[in-house]
């Protein structure tokens, strides 16, 4: 997970800082985004959701080992009592990781403004 988790964490924390965009949109270099359905998507669920935070994605349940090393441990593309099970799973070894937590994952996520600050300029997820 390393180097593209960095790379992807140092995106989210300067993008919104540099613009006034109504959502921030990050895919993986080989996903392909039919933009006006996309916009589509992101207007009406503003319409049928009208909340501040708002994240747009494809979701996946991970459990995470501490110690700011971004790397998964347990879970997977099944839902969160799926990544339970896969955790507690002594086979995974992972009985040190945290979660699990809803993860974007790289082929399409976008969050709405607001909650891009948000993350933008929260200290934890900076460190």
Request: overall charge neutral; hydrophobic content about 40%; aromatic content about 10%.
């Amino acid at each position: 997970m390393g180097k593209a988790t960095e790379k992807s964490a140092a995106w989210w924390l300067s993008a919104p800082l540099r613009s006034n965009a109504r959502f921030f949109c990050k895919t993986d270099d080989d996903s392909l985004v039919h933009l006006s359905h996309l916009r589509s998507a992101l207007l009406a669920s503003l319409e049928q959701a009208p909340v501040s935070h708002l994240i747009f994605s494809y979701i996946r349940w991970r459990g995470w080992l501490p110690g700011f090393r971004f790397q998964a441990c347990g879970g997977g593309w099944g839902g969160p009592i799926d990544a339970i099970r896969h955790i507690e799973d002594p086979e995974t070894h992972c009985e040190l990781a945290e979660g699990p937590f809803p993860q974007g994952t790289g082929q399409l996520t976008c969050l709405s403004r607001p909650l891009a600050l948000a993350l933008a300029r929260n200290i934890e997820f900076e460190r």
